[in-house]
């Protein structure tokens, strides 16, 4: 089956003698057992749900894997994987990263004696040249967040299993409807559901997609010892969200070109950073590993307070986190979801303080534009030097 036709069709309640079309709500957490000696499937939900299983079964095929595991977060995926580490361990990571994957690798794995290390991913022999015999992981975002480079996947994959490491890549800007990383020697793939999984703002979760039998035990064991498995109500809302993901992408990417277009022939923008644009020097790379540009873009002005002044002009574009909504947000990820990297990363990284990132929703893309082309306007009238110069 084509994707769109799995992400409806699927078993929604497996051994419901009722039958349901839609997976209901297993809202109890545990479940009775017939003797004292025999558990079902199901026992306890921190360990296992009717409605999370559903999600998880779902998810591993979306991804084409063979088993996913559904958290209370993303991040609660991401700290599931690091799980597989031991002290003496070393994560090698690219340095365009999200900033609370950065805390966590930096402030929290240090205090368990695993070390991160952080390079630029671009330039893949250099990038190899940090691996050691103690690297066990290696991480990456492809596009990464928030300045959208694309990562040769294929390659990387290569050479972490050279170097007997995994490779871990969080799929949350592309989703399993634009990107497959598994396909493309992936180990691991780590979602967090409450950008396009979720799609609506109102879930949030995480997910961790395998192929490998030895470390779907790995991750079930971690699920189940740590405790941060999704909920079945968040499950539900998870569900529903993916039966319209490639609906409400094609509709998000469609808008999200004509916004890029439009970004990169303002004067104010100094560069927008999208791999929709044919431009950007890894349009083709991205082409070949993906089969769509998303629509999560962000721009640079060369001044922060035009910057600043631009999201805060806009009307449909709401400023808030996250990304992946119905809805268009505009956020600027220095002072925002990028504000929890640590000091001596960010010397180290390129992150400008002006950068704005724009997540692009469902609405009509002329009043997306007519929102931006206001929002420009009138922030060029209250910095009208920087808006010229573009400094």
């Known amino acids: 089956m084509k994707f769109a036709t799995r992400l409806v069709n699927f078993q929604a309640a497996p051994k419901d003698p009722y039958q349901p079309s839609v997976t209901p709500i297993y809202q109890t957490s545990t479940f009775e057992r017939e003797t004292m000696d025999a558990s079902g499937e199901f026992d306890y939900s921190r360990s296992g749900n009717p409605t999370r299983a559903v999600a998880e079964r779902q998810l591993a095929s979306l991804e084409n894997g ?3 595991f559904c958290f209370s977060s993303g991040m609660a995926a991401i700290t599931a994987v690091t799980g597989l580490l031991r002290s003496g361990d070393q994560i090698v990571s690219d340095i365009d990263l999200y900033g609370g994957t950065c805390r966590l690798f930096s402030r929290v794995l240090n205090r368990s004696g695993i070390r991160a290390v952080y390079a630029d991913a671009l330039a893949p022999d250099a990038f190899a040249a940090h691996f050691t015999p103690a690297t066990r992981l290696v991480h990456i975002e492809s596009p990464t967040n928030p300045l959208f480079h694309i990562l040769d996947i294929q390659r990387l994959a290569a050479a972490a299993h050279a170097h007997g490491a995994l490779l871990s890549i969080d799929n949350s800007v592309m989703s399993p409807y634009l990107q497959n990383p598994l396909d493309l020697g992936a180990d691991i793939v780590i979602h967090s559901g409450t950008k396009f999984l979720g799609g609506h703002h109102d879930v949030t979760c995480g997910a961790v997609i395998v192929k490998d039998e030895g470390l779907a035990d ?15 109500f968040d499950s539900f809302l998870l569900l529903r969200g993916l039966q319209t993901l490639k609906l409400r ?16 022939a303002r004067p104010e923008v100094t560069r927008v950073f999208y791999p929709g644009i044919a431009a950007d020097p890894a349009f083709s790379l991205h082409q070949r590993q993906a ?8 721009f640079s002005t060369g001044s922060v307070a035009l910057s600043k002044a631009i999201a805060e002009s806009t009307r449909l574009f709401h400023i808030a986190v996250s990304f992946g909504s119905v809805t268009s947000s505009i956020s600027m990820p220095a002072t925002m979801s990028h504000a929890s990297v640590p000091p001596e990363l960010l010397a180290q990284r390129e992150l400008p303080p002006d950068l704005v990132r724009v997540s692009v929703g469902v609405e009509d893309e002329e009043d997306l534009i007519a929102d931006l082309d206001q929002a420009f306007e009138r922030a060029a009238g209250l910095h009208p030097s920087t808006s010229a110069t573009g400094v």
């Open 66 to 68: 063979t088993h996913a």
């Open 218 to 232: 790995q991750i079930r064991f971690i699920s189940n010892a740590e405790g941060a498995a999704l909920s079945p």
């Open 249 to 264: 992408i094609d509709c998000q990417q469609k808008n999200a070109l004509a916004v890029a277009r439009w970004l990169a």
């Open 291 to 298: 089969s769509g540009p998303g629509s999560v873009m962000s």
